[in-house]
Every structure is written in C-alpha cells, then in structure tokens.
C-alpha cells in the first residue's frame, strides 16, 4: 500500500500565521484521501461535526461519530477511509517544533496521549464541544487578522490554553477507562505505560539537567533499548528526542525569562562549558543562545 504524506491544505477555511505549516486550523472537512496517510511532521486534532468515519489507526478498526475528538500522532497509519454522505470535521494540525513554542503551565503527559492511543476516541458532552469551538473560533479570528506584531504570541497563547482544555477532557476520560476494563491492570501496556509515566516524571523534574538515555534507563532498572522500544510503540518517539525537546524548553526559559548569563544557565543546566553548550543550542534552535535571548527576551 502506497502511504501519503500530506501537507495541510491552503485556501477557503483554512488559516495560519502566515505562511507557515506548524500550526494550521482547517473547517469544513468533509473529503477523505484515498488509501493510507502516514504523516511524518504533523499531529492532527480532529471534532467531527457532522455523520460519521470509519478508518483503520495502526491496524485498528477506529469509528468516529458527532461530537466524538479523535487524535493522530505524527508517523502511526491510518487507512481503509469510509465516511457517510454528511461527514464533516474540523481540524488542526500541529508540529512538534509547534509545540515547542506554546507556552503551557502544565505539561501533556505522555501517558495522557498514550492512553489517547489506545483509545483514540474522545466522545465530547455539548457543553464540550461548545466549549472548544469558541477557542476555535477565536483562533480563526486571531489568525485572520495577524497584522499585530505580537499576533503568534496571542495565537500561541489561545492555542496553549484550547490544549489544556482539551487535556482536562482527556483526563477525564482516561479516569474512566481503568473501572469499564479493570483487567487491563494485568496488561502490559498499563506496564509500558508506568515506565513512560516515570521516564517523563523524571525529564520534567530534573529540568533540562539530564539529557541522556542510559542515566534515566538506569534509574528505571530497564536497558536503553527497551525504553527506547516502548517509547516507539506507544508514542512513536524516541527517548533522546522526549529528552532534547525539555532540554530546549529549560533553556529557552532561562533565555527569555532571566538575566543569568550564558556561563551561569550552562553551569546550571550542567553543560561541561559555555561553548558546549551554545553549540547544543544551535545545532537544535537554528540560532546562538545571544540570538534568541535578543529575539525573544521579556
């Protein structure tokens, strides 16, 4: 089976900032591709509107109806389309270098969007799904006046806060599912998803200052290569990148928010010297840690 790669789609109800593909809102939805789509840059958020879908996700029959949230991460198959005559949707699509750039003030957990893996469908309560669609709306209205120079700051902004939203919902959704199925506590995958639970626990709370594998993968008493294999084939992730993109973000807070020089935050972050530690931020930012302090500095 030949497998697509989209792009996000440019014209009527359709909106960005600028011209840029990272964060993308898209109504009206209503045509489905043929064959499969395995996107390697984007994650999808998906509220059908209206009818109903019917795909494979990975192998797995998925059925999507009104009101029902439905999530595709980045680099896992979806095929086999059937939708009814009034199916529509709306959709945004999202980078992770996206991601890096909202602002949140509390991480999505990795086992939140595991769990969201395994039971990728969300059904929304009216009040839900009136809920969310005023944040889309505004972020439509946002992105179609973007004249302001602090315009991405706001969509950002709006965004994090829509994605909290919807992480509340998740949340709550996730609760549920142990007392509809409580022999799943026997399955593996409550296992591989405690080890993720804890590998995330433990690159959030060491705050940018371990960024190899083996050292986590030694504190969990588990192998390198079996964190990196679970980590595949719930999040389709690999450790090194989890550890890289929080590294980034303790950076970039220190940047933005602080005084400290550059010596100091490597000294903090426990980078052997300065020059290391600039190299590291360019080769994963494009720019010099001076650069991006001038650019983004409050």
């Not at 192998?223 to 389709?236: A, D, R």
Request: with cysteine; charged share 25%; hydrophobic share 40%.
């Amino acid at each position: 089976m030949d497998l697509q790669d989209l792009r996000p789609r440019k014209g009527n109800d359709t909106y960005r900032i600028g011209d840029s593909d990272d964060l993308v809102l898209m109504e009206n939805i209503g045509s489905v591709p043929s064959g499969g789509v395995c996107l390697q840059e984007h994650a999808v958020l998906l509220i059908c509107t209206e009818g109903k879908a019917q795909f494979e996700y990975d192998g797995v029959v998925v059925k999507i109806q009104k009101n029902d949230l439905f999530l595709y991460l980045n680099h896992n198959i979806v095929s086999n389309f059937l939708t009814s005559s009034d199916f529509n949707c709306r959709q945004i699509w999202l980078t992770r270098n996206e991601m890096g750039n909202i602002e949140m003030y509390t991480p999505i957990s990795v086992p939140d969007l595991s769990m969201l893996k395994l039971h990728p469908v969300v059904h929304l309560t009216d009040d839900e799904i009136n809920l969310l669609g005023i944040y889309f709306q505004l972020l439509c209205d946002r992105m179609k006046c973007s004249t302001s120079v602090v315009a991405p700051e706001i969509i950002r902004s709006l965004f994090g806060t829509m994605l909290l939203e919807i992480l509340s919902i998740m949340r709550h959704n996730v609760v549920r599912v142990p007392e509809q199925n409580v022999q799943e506590e026997a399955n593996s995958s409550l296992h591989k998803k405690r080890i993720i639970d804890e590998f995330m626990r433990m690159v959030e709370e060491s705050d940018g200052r371990i960024r190899r594998v083996d050292e986590i993968a030694s504190q969990l008493c588990i192998t390198p290569k079996y964190l990196s294999t679970i980590l595949k084939e719930v999040m389709s992730i690999r450790p090194s990148i989890c550890i890289q993109h929080y590294t980034m973000r303790a950076i970039q807070r220190r940047l933005r928010f602080t005084d400290m020089t550059m010596q100091e935050i490597a000294n903090d972050l426990k980078f052997p010297n300065a020059s290391f530690f600039g190299k590291y931020f360019k080769e994963h930012s494009g720019m010099t840690p001076l650069e991006y302090r001038i650019k983004y500095h409050k």
